[in-house]
């Protein structure tokens, strides 16, 4: 009998045959989504569509069958639809995520009896096949329906019958090859099916749904005690009285750096100085006082009541407001003392601050995630979420998750998605490749990229077409930043406003989630503590900043205007239709973003040189935008208003960095001529 | 505490992290070799090395250390061996596979906390540290060798101990610094690990080690009543004549095809007749008559006492008999009267003749492997691979596995390796690829190819840069055929001799395992049954053939010429150092193979063209063979036996068909020169 072998006590892979698979005949390999053999899971939004793709084939040449079958996780039932050859062995299928929580999806397939027969038939019939091996061929196709009549419905037993009787009686031949093509045979028949002959791709496939948020969204990160105009300390009620002018400029997340107790052991003083002075107010990052710690709110900046208050004005705003979460403490943290079990003790008894030979953060301790008592500090982080979703927070953007193991991550994440799937994780993560990807398999919504080192044409291009289009996409959703409280880049720092202006389209069109830093962001601020310094000078993170948001040259408007573009087209919702197009010129970069019908093209143009007029012909592919090459076409330039007529893929570009760097085109396909007196449209 | 989520009854994904493990900080992903998540095994041959790559990598800056694990599958204990970081994250080992059989492997890696410990004293004393900080770093380190002194035999415990004593004691930091980068402390500590903290990929990973000839080796095919002079039926006894002429090519495999009773129900005639006039003597694919099936023997052919002689004769020549298994049956084969349900059934009683309309076969019966007696059918199907083993056959060259199903293949093959890991298995299908890659993951040791349609430069080269370069090449052995009795091609029919050449030569040096279906191969045998037909005229697959092997225009010479090149030359053992060259005319090839030390170097170039002389430039990469651009080098062409003198990367050849269509040149880096009265090396 056939049996798994077991030779000498040696373990066999799970490789081996189950001895009562034999006679599943077809093979389903190459499952996409697919990510790690299915250890983690692909990622979508609530109305998205999972399109599912496989090797499909069996031995021989029989027809096959393929089914896709998909259910919320929290559903028993499988929901089907079929899956359609498209080449070379390769078999895809679609469904759509209706629901936020998690998804399962596989594949199953069958050698299909009947049609096997059908294409057989006609095979016979293409070749005037008659006599004796075409009567016992209708024989044949009697015998197997007479098989199916058992095991479907009275009324369908009853069509079966007829069919089988025609095809089993003395009709002519004629007659007996239009009865096995009938319609309403073919689909009874597909519906019988021999569970001991399918096979059903294993493992289960998972998708994380989310809502739309994660896919797309405007971020505006600023510190809430800066928000007074006088440079005192700003308060909640600050924040709410900024909130209109956040709103105004078509955010849709407002970021605030934490908003506990901060520590005075230790402090750092202006420009992280070794020493605070009197009357400086530390490193928000350095969290907990006797105030209270990750689910206290610093004194200084009102009361939870307080906080309570600005979620609700801020979603009046269609703003919502996203936490951050660094799960590090200073000396003064009340975990320092209830729990000091989770730090790591050096042999004078004292607690281990962050170090990092020779750098020193005497006002920050890291928690020992392997500690003994690992189980209750997890729990106690986990705990620091629930209480801030009970606050009504759902967005959090998770401070250096590369130096928390990513068990813990993994293990939190699930945690609360099961019971919360509306909440968003972004994941801070400025580090190497694969670490950054691991942290977005295991779960976080989103992820900070590259961008900001990314300011060549060349750079750009390779970055965002890996981001766009690399299998990795099922998982790694950028959120792209011009600017950061840690980083200046000197792009920005010698670009001036053109270098701004510029950074701010290709956040907000490359990536359909983007965010910049302000106020000092759109009041161009780029002095840098040092020369080679990417660190601001009288950096918020020390100090209180004065900001005159009202100034006369600040980027509102532009940024303004580049969300209320992004808001009107669909197209830059989401990252996959990114494509770049060639210009004659390293000094501008051109892209498209499209709508999969085509109802939405956006073309993208910027010159990437702050200082100078740049100039050249740019190529567009006119078929992927269904356009013909004699046909003309409207390019609607949304920033600045001006509109040109277009014809043929090569077209001239011309960008003054002083008047506006960039063009963001609706393109138009649709060019009144003078047998159409209406309007554009 | 953390456990596994479990919503509404939902059944949740394996991908859920175990909560016993949440101590595991190292990760390890994207371990290759790796075949479908390791559902399938990579293959090798015995000696061997197993390059084995994973992305290994933590959270922090903590450092961390790899090692590899591997093992026969009968064995209990793993071998160990460390891995080495070699770029961006990505580590690699090695261990090598000494005998036949099944192989396990996996990775394993964890955070090293006395290295990190160490690495972190190294920036103390680069950045001149000092103060209770560094005493307390001493400390640390002290404590950390303390903890491990338990866990290590006494002697080395001892060594520990006073390690640990300089470093807490009062010796000067320089002292202190100089004992924490001990290398015995290293070497002891590196051996302290605690299990608890220790990440194991999951799943372990298979390798199938094969011997030699599944890698590498010359068939010669042969139809053994095909064998006599005067174009009577031959014998097994003029098989043994005929062995010293094929032993005398160079030939390492005798493959015959099948040798067993042919049946006369439905017989084939001459040229694949529908009927039979009296003497045709059949295919020999209809096996099986009233005197026995696959264990029998075709008494024209002789008696299982002649073969066993057969197989000795062969032996004595060092030859291998490769036997073709054919899994399908003549009406006359005793299983259709013993076991009918092994079998379809038409409506009339009569048993289903192998039929593709309108094409029909009626003098074979498939099995039907999914009847309900499959069990007993598999068994039996199973016994005959080892009935031939018993009578000394260790290859098979397999028919049609494709229209088998591939369990059945995965299960039979693992079921006879287990026992007889010797025995070799060519999966004789020409299909659509990822048919022929499903057979070659689920055990066939080596694959037919699409060899005999490519024909042109480009066809060869991107298909030959696939099979040596595609991480296939971890499970798809090629084994490439100028002819089959079933394809001459009209390369072939219409080239002429310097076609046969050509053919042979690329099949010979760009495959390590080859073979030709002769004597119509080395008597150029060209005519196709009609115009546009890759069927022979005449085909000895029904009809008994006379060959006049001592034919002056024989390529018997040229053939063992190439196989005497092949043997000498270690670097066409293999396949996987394959690579082409450039050459300014498209009518010229150039390739090479090399062993990885370079102590072996072959150069091919071959005139694709057989009609007409054609000359081109060759480009060679200089740094890929170890030579400097003036560096003189000597090219030994093995066909001709002429030596060139070349130097720099670009040399001109000229290859005239009528005289030899190709180069095979052994690369020699030492020329002499006045200071070197020696002879060439």
Known sequence: MPRESNKSGAV??????????????VVIEAVTPQIEGGRFAAKRVAGEAVVVEADIFTDGHDAIAAELLWRRAADRDW??????????DRWRGKFTVTQTGRWLYTVRGWVDVFASWRNDLEKRRASNQGGPDLALAFLTGAALIERAEKKVSKADAGILAAMRERLAGSADDDEKFATAQDAALAEIMAGVRDAD??????PELAVTVERERARYGAWYEMFPR????????????????RAPYVAGMGFDVLYLPPVHPIGSTNRKGRNNAETAAPGDVGSPWAIGSADGGHKAIDPALGTLAGFRRLVAAARAHDLEIALDIAFQCSPDHPYVREHPQWFRTRPDGSIQFAENPPKK????YPFDFECDDWRALWEELKSVFLFWIGEGVQIFRVDNPHTKPFRFWEWVIAEIRRDHPDTIFLAEAFTRPKVMHRLARLGFSQSYTYFTWRNTKYELTEYFTELAQDRSREYFRPNVWPNTPDILHEYLQFGGRPAFVARLVLAATLSANYGIYGPAFELCENHAREPGSEEYLNSEKYEIRRWDVARSDSLRDVIARINAIRRDNLALHSDWSLRFHAVDNDAIIAYSKCMPDRSNIVVVVVNLDPHHVQSGWLDLPLDAFDLAPDQPYQ????LSGARYIWQGSRNFVQLDPQVLPAHVFGLRRRVPNERDFDAFI
Do not use: K, W
């Open 12 to 25: 066999r892979s799970a490789a081996v045959m189950p001895v009562e698979a034999g006679r599943r005949r």
């Open 79 to 88: 929901q089907r639809a079929p899956m359609v050859l498209f080449d070379n």
């Open 197 to 202: 002959l399918i096979t059903t791709y294993a």
């Open 226 to 241: 800066s928000t007074r105009a006088d440079g005192t300390p700003g308060t909640f009620d600050d924040c709410i009285a």
């Open 361 to 364: 953060y005497q006002d920050i």
């Open 635 to 638: 390019m609607h330039d949304l």
